[in-house]
């Protein structure tokens, strides 16, 4: 998870950078953006099923 976050982080900048080039508009930098946001979201919501549990007893 750290590495996709890592990987993504360092590269956003670049293809919304290479989109921008392109294409002379922000819109489809930031719709590709929020698309790719709520794949995450649903991901996470399909793979996460149950909160952590906190043990408070430390034996």
Do not use: H, Q
């Not at 982080?9 to 294409?23: E, L, N, Q, W």
């Not at 590709?32 to 919501?45: E, R, V």
Request: charged share 10%; aromatic share 16%.
């Amino acid at each position: 998870m750290s590495f996709g976050g890592y990987f993504g982080g360092a590269f956003s900048p670049i293809v919304a950078g290479m989109i921008v080039d392109t294409t002379g508009s922000y819109t489809l930098a930031f719709i590709s953006g929020g698309i790719i946001a709520g794949c995450a979201a649903l991901c996470f919501w399909g793979i996460v099923k149950k909160p952590i549990e906190v043990r408070t007893n430390f034996r």
